[in-house]
């Protein structure tokens, strides 16, 4: 599976995360897993034991391992063949079974209604086509099913994110590269409500529902019974 078919758009917006850059952020990330730990308890709260669940963009894989841990048949899909690869040897040294796929967002590899529930963290603020990525995770949710996309408000103040960024421990230079990352970069792609409410209602699910987290915000999706 190629990260995108031949002729069609780059599934990203931006500078692919590949080679150094993906193996810097699956370091820094790992440096302090509680935010996974932390995601993870929550889906739990949302989902039945066992069931199957995806996760869209999962990096190196750090969330989708915790969701293993507990007992869900976990899959994961990302652009990223260097995060692809990253992700199976966290799972593997972890001992948990995840089913890592390299694939686009808009394009998934999966039969419809193929899991019960999606998650994608802190990545959909850089998919080149989100509304294709809504159809898909749609498509791809059984009846009933659920989905939870969680990323950067556009409204995060520079105080939110450097509180953010402290709670990270990580040391001095790499806090300032991920500082300047989030400013210059992040908070140049990441949606307003406005927005996220805009494409939530142009998609084909029968509810959402937008909450704000931290920096962050959560948009909650449902597919019909």
């Given at each position: 599976m190629t990260a995108a078919r031949i002729g069609s758009p780059?599934?990203?917006?931006?500078?692919?995360?590949?080679?150094?850059?993906?193996?810097?952020?699956?370091?820094?990330?790992?440096?302090?897993?509680?935010?996974?730990?932390?995601?993870?308890?929550?889906?739990?709260?949302?989902?039945?034991?066992?069931?199957?669940?995806l996760e869209v963009a999962p990096g190196p894989?750090?969330?989708?391992?915790?969701?293993?841990?507990?007992?869900?048949k976990v899959t994961a899909l990302d652009i990223s063949e260097t995060f692809v690869q990253i992700a199976r040897q966290n799972a593997a040294a972890a001992g948990v079974a995840v089913d890592v796929r390299q694939g686009n967002a808009s394009e998934m590899p999966f039969a419809d209604e193929s899991f019960d529930f999606i998650v994608c963290t802190a990545a959909f603020k850089n998919f080149s086509d989100p509304g294709g990525a809504l159809r898909e995770m749609h498509r791809v949710l059984r009846?009933?099913?659920?989905?939870?996309i969680q990323d950067l408000r556009k409204d995060?103040?520079?105080?939110?994110?450097?509180?953010?960024?402290?709670?990270?421990?990580?040391?001095p230079l790499n806090a300032l590269v991920t500082r300047w990352t989030f400013r210059t970069v992040l908070m140049k792609r990441a949606y307003?409500?406005?927005?996220?409410?805009?494409?939530?209602?142009?998609?084909?699910f029968s509810r959402h529902e937008i909450l704000p987290s931290g920096i962050a915000f959560e948009l909650r999706l449902a597919k019909a019974a």
């Open positions: 780059k599934g990203y917006r931006g500078v692919g995360m590949e080679g150094m850059v993906a193996t810097w952020y699956a370091r820094n990330t790992g440096r302090d897993l509680r935010r996974f730990k932390e995601t993870a308890r929550e889906v739990a709260a949302r989902v039945a034991p066992g069931a199957r669940i894989g750090y969330l989708a391992i915790e969701l293993a841990g507990r007992g869900y009846p009933g099913g659920q989905a939870s995060a103040t520079r105080d939110e994110i450097d509180a953010e960024v402290q709670a990270m421990h990580l040391s307003t409500r406005e927005t996220i409410e805009r494409l939530a209602r142009a998609s084909c």
